[in-house]
């Protein structure tokens, strides 16, 4: 239901993303830079804030409240939030509704993830797939793909990208320029967790995680967290806050349908048609297309999904999207400028901060804060968040 209230993102903050166990800082320290930063930009004192949701993956329950307490201790509700990888954007999205709804003025969504180094399991580690949450994904993938001694979820997306290049003639050049894309931007980054620069040779002959994927196409380990003040109309005025308002136009969150399951594809298990319906959903709310977005923030956890996701979007026919990227459509110069942050691949992937730190990305750039990556006269940005298991965010940024 919409109230017809509006919702709009007064302040963001976020740590710099760090590789797992080199900075000596528990997940309430992360938390408690990124929440600061967060009011800090808005201008608020922690006292104004109603409600908190808080993201994260790997932490124990109540884990929450433990990283809000070093804000405050105020005995505002705290709502722990688990979605897979796109646990930053379901808080925002819970903030975002509470203040749409009519429940509160000011609400903090709060992400934040403390990993450890080397892939992840993707839920089925130790063999245990049949009770893994993603047991019907991976026994999708296995009917038509088998299972390869490399990590299970390298093995979902790379099988999606050896669909995609037998369906359509994508090739490995056109998915490492992905990579070379984000790499490139993150070099213009303090807070991305990489910020080398490789040409697409470099690329293509790092390491193979699952072929055609290589090492640079992949999303690391990371440590971080990100936070966003989501505000009424009302406490925008009464606070003076015009100036640093962005407005969220429009958002939805899906989750997989038969759709996902029954083609026997890896484009599907992975996510593309919960990516396209929320697409759908958030251009019908906002009354925004993709023609009028400028920036985006989308879910680059491995090169193969910015392809799958510009297709999904609307940004593409399908099959056409490495021939956008090889374009250079998606980069500065270019139709849209995709992940300046350096998305994923380079900026880092701190699960339950991923989707809050896309918003503070596209709320300064919309704001005209982003320094060297600042993309011009950037009026609306569109973010995406994707968990498998399974849930995807869209959200529609408009200054």
């Known amino acids: 239901m919409d109230t017809g209230l509006q919702a709009y993102v007064v302040g963001v903050g976020m740590t710099r993303f760090e590789k797992p166990e080199t900075r000596e800082w528990a997940y309430w320290d992360m938390?408690?830079?990124?929440?600061?930063?967060?009011?800090?930009?808005?201008?608020?004192?922690?006292?104004?804030?109603?409600?908190?949701?808080?993201?994260?993956?790997?932490?124990?329950?109540?884990?929450?409240?433990?990283?809000?307490?070093?804000?405050g201790l105020t005995g505002v509700p705290v709502y722990n939030v688990n979605?897979?990888?796109?646990?930053?954007?379901?808080?925002?999205?819970?903030?975002?509704?509470?203040?749409?709804?009519?429940?509160?003025?000011?609400?903090?969504?709060?992400?934040?993830?403390?990993?450890?180094?080397?892939?992840?399991?993707?839920?089925?580690?130790?063999?245990?797939?049949?009770?893994?949450?993603?047991?019907?994904?991976?026994?999708?993938?296995?009917?038509?793909?088998?299972?390869?001694?490399?990590?299970?979820?390298?093995?979902?997306?790379?099988?999606?990208?050896r669909e995609h290049m037998e369906r359509y003639g994508t090739t490995p050049q056109q998915l490492a320029a992905v990579a070379e894309k984000n790499h490139r931007h993150s070099a213009d980054n303090p807070d991305a967790q990489?910020?080398?620069?490789?040409?697409?040779?470099?690329?293509?002959?790092?390491?193979?995680?699952?072929?055609?994927?290589?090492?640079?196409?992949?999303?690391p380990t990371s440590d971080?967290?990100?936070?966003?003040?989501?505000?009424?109309?009302?406490?925008?005025?009464?606070?003076?806050?015009?100036?640093?308002?962005?407005?969220?136009?429009g958002q939805a969150m899906t989750t997989d349908t038969g759709e996902s399951f029954a083609?026997?594809?890896?484009?599907?298990?992975?996510?593309q048609p919960m990516s396209r319906d929320a697409a759908r959903q958030v251009y019908e709310r906002s009354g925004l297309g993709i023609g009028d977005v400028d920036v985006i923030e989308l879910h680059d956890c491995f090169s193969v999904n910015e392809l799958l996701t510009y297709e999904a979007l609307g940004m593409c026919a399908p099959g056409e999207s490495g021939k956008l990227v090889a374009d250079g459509a998606t980069t500065y110069g270019g139709r849209w400028v995709v992940n300046p942050s350096g998305g994923l691949i380079s900026k880092g992937h701190p699960l339950g901060a991923t989707g809050l730190a896309q918003v503070t990305e596209l709320v300064r750039q919309l704001r005209g804060e982003a320094g060297p990556r600042q993309v011009p006269d950037a009026r609306v940005g569109l973010a995406h968040n994707i968990g498998l298991g399974g849930a995807a965010v869209v959200t529609m940024l408009r200054r």
């Open 31 to 71: 938390a408690r830079e990124a929440g600061t930063a967060a009011l800090d930009d808005a201008a608020i004192p922690y006292d104004l804030v109603e409600q908190v949701p808080v993201g994260y993956c790997f932490q124990t329950s109540t884990a929450g409240q433990r990283a809000v307490y070093e804000l």
């Open 83 to 161: 979605n897979n990888c796109a646990t930053g954007a379901t808080a925002l999205m819970l903030a975002r509704q509470l203040v749409q709804g009519g429940i509160a003025d000011c609400v903090l969504a709060l992400g934040f993830e403390q990993m450890k180094r080397g892939a992840l399991g993707g839920g089925a580690g130790g063999g245990d797939f049949a009770t893994s949450p993603v047991a019907r994904h991976y026994g999708v993938m296995a009917a038509r793909h088998g299972f390869e001694a490399t990590p299970p979820t390298a093995q979902l997306f790379g099988n999606a990208a």
């Open 194 to 219: 990489f910020r080398d620069v490789y040409d697409l040779d470099a690329v293509l002959a790092s390491r193979t995680v699952h072929a055609p994927l290589t090492k640079l196409q992949c999303s």
């Open 224 to 249: 971080g967290a990100a936070a966003a003040v989501v505000a009424s109309a009302r406490f925008v005025a009464a606070h003076g806050l015009a100036d640093r308002a962005v407005e969220i136009a």
């Open 263 to 271: 083609s026997g594809s890896c484009i599907d298990v992975v996510g």
